[in-house]
């Protein structure tokens, strides 16, 4: 027996229910601040944490955002113009000796891992989308004393250095 629907049932109401109770999903032990859980953060920006689904770990750490320094072994500079972040490392119960192998073996995920932005401000903005907790760290700047070859031979009053090379 097939049953009939009258016109009244036929319709479905697809539009949202705003008066419906909020549940926001999450443990009230939860490291993630409770306001940038529900969205109550002030500012321009609301936090990707609210829509993304990402894991409550990733959003409880804490992001560095620092200019790297360049290498000791380069003497140009053209690896200094963008600022990294990356984040803090995982100590307690994260790392163990592989039996096999003997080498250090982690379960921290973000371990390694770092993101690149042409300006400390692109990568703070960025931060602040994602909800991480962040602090910038300033890099050193380092000072170029102006030399010549030329300073070599200038007159001094005082008696020369002799070098003694045998």
């Given at each position: 027996?097939?049953?009939?629907?009258?016109?009244?049932?036929?319709?479905?109401?697809?539009?949202?229910?705003?008066?419906?109770?909020?549940?926001?999903?999450?443990?009230?032990?939860?490291?993630?601040?409770?306001?940038?859980?529900?969205?109550?953060?002030?500012?321009?920006?609301?936090?990707?944490?609210?829509?993304?689904g990402a894991p409550v770990d990733l959003q409880a750490r804490?992001?560095?955002?620092?200019?790297?320094?360049?290498?000791?072994?380069?003497?140009?500079?053209?690896?200094?113009?963008?600022?990294?972040?990356?984040?803090?490392?995982?100590?307690?119960?994260?790392?163990?000796?592989?039996?096999?192998m003997g080498w250090q073996s982690s379960a921290d995920f973000l371990q390694g891992t770092h993101l690149n932005f042409k300006s400390k401000e692109d990568a703070i903005h960025f931060a602040e989308k994602q909800g991480y907790e962040y602090f910038v760290q300033e890099p050193n700047e380092r000072r170029m004393l102006p030399k010549a070859y030329a300073n070599n031979f200038l007159y001094s009053p005082t008696k020369l250095k002799h070098i003694r090379t045998k």
């Amino acid at each position: 027996m097939i049953r009939q629907e009258d016109a009244s049932e036929g319709i479905v109401d697809h539009q949202p229910d705003y008066h419906a109770p909020v549940d926001h999903g999450t443990s009230t032990f939860s490291p993630i601040p409770r306001r940038v859980m529900d969205g109550s953060e002030p500012g321009k920006v609301v936090a990707a944490a609210v829509l993304s689904g990402a894991p409550v770990d990733l959003q409880a750490r804490t992001a560095r955002i620092y200019r790297p320094a360049k290498t000791a072994t380069q003497s140009g500079d053209w690896h200094g113009h963008h600022w990294r972040m990356d984040w803090d490392i995982l100590q307690k119960g994260h790392r163990w000796e592989n039996a096999l192998m003997g080498w250090q073996s982690s379960a921290d995920f973000l371990q390694g891992t770092h993101l690149n932005f042409k300006s400390k401000e692109d990568a703070i903005h960025f931060a602040e989308k994602q909800g991480y907790e962040y602090f910038v760290q300033e890099p050193n700047e380092r000072r170029m004393l102006p030399k010549a070859y030329a300073n070599n031979f200038l007159y001094s009053p005082t008696k020369l250095k002799h070098i003694r090379t045998k």
